[in-house]
């Protein structure tokens, strides 16, 4: 590589790291001007509602990029430190707007351990950040919630997207239920997700009369002996009115009876018959 390659390779990155500095500068710049924007709110004088829109509908900036402005300038208000820090590099919008939703979210964060926490995020990455507050927040998962905020939308007619955000432990259990179910043809998150519901409404589900939880129930009600002549053989769980005739699944229509006491009041509501096909 000849010099003069070189000359215009860290002429390039000379350019590069001014230009970054401008930026810096000139966010430094935007967010004083903000400020007194917001302070005497002449937004609403142009017929905008919030300092927010403004930075949208006016100035253009996309919706990620006002939101942290505005948390930004709102911060350096309160903390005019952050000031120098944006303009020196060492932190940057994203950071201080996740700090300021931070303390929206724990309000009862006194002020020097604010102060603590503004200085400790300094020349973190935006990961390294959401870790530290991670650390310092009362509710984890309070602070998650509100900042990962779980999201489902529509992709298509038949399907959406979800959005949330896990614990490891979770993940680690979710991909346990996954490689245990590659058997059955389930590679995907999807198809584990959609297996794990199944799995769980059968368990759970206290409309779903095949529920082990119901089940239980019953047998406990009837202490494991059939209602009628109080048999510990063969026992079933049966509607009372049955789901032909418009019974539910509802806990109070179901009781533990045994296979013969089962068969016989079958067909005083069927008649014998219409039982005569089904019992042998
Ligand atoms: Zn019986």
Redesign the pocket.
């Known amino acids: 590589m000849n010099n003069e390659n070189l000359t215009s390779e860290h002429s390039l990155i000379n350019k590069a790291e001014t230009l970054a500095k401008t930026l810096r500068e000139a966010e430094y710049n935007l967010i004083e001007c903000l400020q007194q924007i917001d302070q005497k709110r002449l937004y609403s004088n142009a017929g905008i509602k919030s300092l927010y829109n403004f930075c949208v509908e006016r100035l253009k900036m996309d919706e990620a990029r006002s939101y942290n402005f505005v948390k930004a300038t709102r911060m350096a208000k309160v903390y005019p430190a952050i000031n120098n820090k944006l303009i020196s590099g060492k932190t940057n919008l994203g950071n201080i707007s996740k700090v300021a939703t931070f303390f929206d979210n724990n309000p009862t964060i006194k002020k020097d351990e604010r102060e603590r926490i503004i200085e400790s995020v300094e020349n973190k990455t935006s990961k390294e950040c959401t870790a530290l507050l991670l650390l310092n927040g009362k509710s984890e998962s309070d602070f998650l919630r509100k900042t990962f905020q779980e999201i489902i939308r529509t992709v298509s007619s038949e399907h959406k997207r979800l959005s949330v955000t896990l614990h490891d432990e979770t993940i680690k259990r979710v991909d346990r239920i996954k490689n245990l179910s590659a058997h059955r043809g389930i590679f995907s998150y999807e198809k584990t997700i959609d297996f794990m519901a199944h799995v769980t409404l059968k368990k759970i589900d206290p409309t779903n009369s095949n529920s082990i939880a119901i089940k239980q129930r019953v047998w406990k009600r009837a202490n494991g002996a059939?209602e009628?002549?109080?048999?510990e053989f063969g026992l079933e769980i049966d509607h009372v009115v049955p789901l032909a005739k418009g019974g539910s699944n509802d806990f109070s229509n179901l009781r533990l009876?045994?296979k013969?006491?089962n068969q016989a009041e079958a067909i005083k509501v069927f008649g014998a018959e219409h039982m005569s096909k089904f019992l042998k």
């Open positions: 059939c009628k002549c109080g048999s009876l045994c013969s006491c």
